[in-house]
């Protein structure tokens, strides 16, 4: 005579434990949606006198816009010549700023070499005024190619870091005619693909506000793209890189780090990888 009363206590507590588990669950789903960007974006500032004395030491120049606003920085070619052949407009990850991303002008000042090297500094970032956002280093992408067109029509790569991937073919889709290679190294197909891969019991796709597609970008490019990826990469696993160029239709070249993480690609520039890579691209340029 007491089992009804006992299941009927059982569901209830049942029924606690399911809108306990609802509400924790909504909380979270809140959370996320109010506090994403935080967790995408992790940008290091400082001051525009300090920035400027660490570049200075790092080898480099400031870069500004008409207005005189900082919007980067400039490494200039080691090489004694009047004018650079090439540049490389540089998108780096979603942590740090630019000034320390100097290893890419190393990188691109190497033996035969003789590139000039722009670091895009975004909003939001360093001593640069606004808000992370895709919409944000969007735009600050498309003023910063622009300024260099017209300063000089001369070839321009792009080269995309992690979270710059997404931000390199965006570009590369609305000035396809004008950018003449993309080097993207650990990129992915889209960021909610690897939102889902680190948090696949969100709902990812309804909640992402920033999307950097990739994959949707460069069906709107057709000049040459060399992708590297990470053996041991956690943060962007290199399925991602390896699923995005066999998407490409266009001119490709795809390298896997073995042995290398997210964090560990290492620029050297004597790795013949990087070598391997810039031939390419310069190649189809040539070509």
Do not use: C
Request: charge should be neutral; proline fraction near 5%; hydrophobic fraction near 40%.
């Amino acid at each position: 005579m007491t089992t009804r009363p006992h299941m009927t206590t059982l569901l209830a507590s049942a029924a606690r434990i399911l809108a306990i588990i609802a509400l924790v669950y909504v909380v979270i789903l809140l959370l996320y949606t109010l506090f994403q960007r935080n967790l995408i974006y992790y940008p290091q500032t400082a001051s525009e006198t300090s920035l400027v004395a660490q570049a200075k030491a790092n080898g480099l120049e400031p870069w500004r816009n008409s207005s005189g606003d900082l919007i980067g920085w400039i490494g200039r070619s080691e090489f004694d010549t009047a004018q650079p052949t090439r540049r490389i407009l540089v998108f780096h990850g979603n942590a740090g700023n630019a000034v320390v991303r100097d290893y890419f002008v190393s990188l691109f000042n190497q033996g035969e070499f003789n590139w000039q090297v722009y670091l895009l500094e975004y909003p939001g970032y360093g001593a640069r005024s606004g808000r992370p956002s895709e919409k944000a280093f969007v735009t600050a992408a498309l003023e910063g190619f622009d300024l260099l067109q017209t300063d000089n029509e001369g070839p321009i790569f792009l080269l995309g870091e992690s979270l710059g991937s997404g931000i390199a073919t965006q570009l590369a889709a609305q000035r396809s005619d004008h950018v003449t290679g993309l080097l993207l190294i650990t990129p992915f197909t889209r960021l909610a693909d690897v939102g889902r891969h680190h948090f696949p019991w969100l709902p990812i796709n309804t909640l992402l506000r920033d999307r950097y597609d990739s994959k949707a970008a460069l069906h709107h490019y057709h000049g040459p793209v060399a992708i590297v990826t990470a053996e041991h990469d956690t943060i962007v696993p290199a399925k991602f890189g390896r699923e995005l160029y066999e998407h490409y239709a266009g001119p490709k070249i795809y390298i896997q780090l073995e042995g290398r993480g997210h964090n560990n690609i290492g620029y050297h520039p004597r790795d013949p990888i990087w070598s391997e890579v810039v031939h390419f691209l310069v190649g189809k340029q040539e070509g």
